[in-house]
């Protein structure tokens, strides 16, 4: 049953990857292993085909789709047990910015890893990220540029993040088009992701930085 719901997780049908992860859990197996040994590989394996041309940008949607469906019925479960699901992120794209399909693949991503997003949409304020990840008790903000005029405003989301006295509770990680590991350094974030997939791991590494 556990390749069924990696292959209904693979083939986007959310409808199949709740009956099958309500069966697992009905079998007795914990929301913990169903998450770790079937839907994160799932997903992972989404990135793969992704990244051999495989699959494209809808395909991948679909995935974190029915990935999301399944997490619905883990999520509860993984509280009950005092055993958080994954970290609490906020994301959006910065202020000026409308483009927000990367930055809602990559949310979708990171919910379907076990996170906990809080999606602010797009033509966010930077100030907005850093009232919401104080208000959440976030442990990662991510900020999505798409235009080379827009990605200046990210700076000034550190900036109120550390305004905040958030510096060492959220970590800042950044990514876009026009966005660059060298230009996240310039600016002070954390982390940078070049594509949604490298956005989970890349979230992986930071958060662990937190522990």
Request: charged content about 25%.
């Amino acid at each position: 049953m556990r390749e069924r719901l990696i292959e209904a997780v693979l083939a986007g049908s959310e409808l199949d990857a709740r009956e099958l992860t309500q069966a697992l859990l009905a079998e007795g197996v914990s929301a913990r292993v169903i998450l770790d040994e079937t839907l994160v590989p799932a997903i992972r394996r989404a990135g793969d085909l992704w990244e051999q041309g495989e699959f494209f940008i809808p395909e991948l949607m679909q995935a974190s789709t029915a990935m999301k469906g399944a997490m619905s019925l883990l999520r509860p479960r993984l509280g009950a047990a005092g055993d958080s699901a994954g970290a609490t992120v906020v994301i959006g794209t910065i202020e000026g910015d409308i483009h927000d399909i990367g930055k809602t693949l990559v949310a979708g991503m990171l919910e379907a890893a076990g996170h906990n997003v809080v999606d602010l949409g797009a033509d966010v304020a930077p100030a907005r990220f850093a009232e919401e990840a104080s208000r959440s008790k976030a442990s990662l903000i991510c900020v999505s540029a798409l235009l080379t005029t827009t990605m200046l405003n990210q700076q000034k989301v550190i900036e109120e993040r550390n305004r905040a006295g958030l510096a060492h509770v959220a970590r800042v990680m950044v990514g876009g088009a026009p966005v660059s590991r060298a230009w996240a350094d310039r600016i002070g974030a954390e982390g940078y992701a070049p594509d949604a997939f490298s956005a989970v791991d890349e979230a992986a590494r930071l958060l662990s930085l937190s522990r």
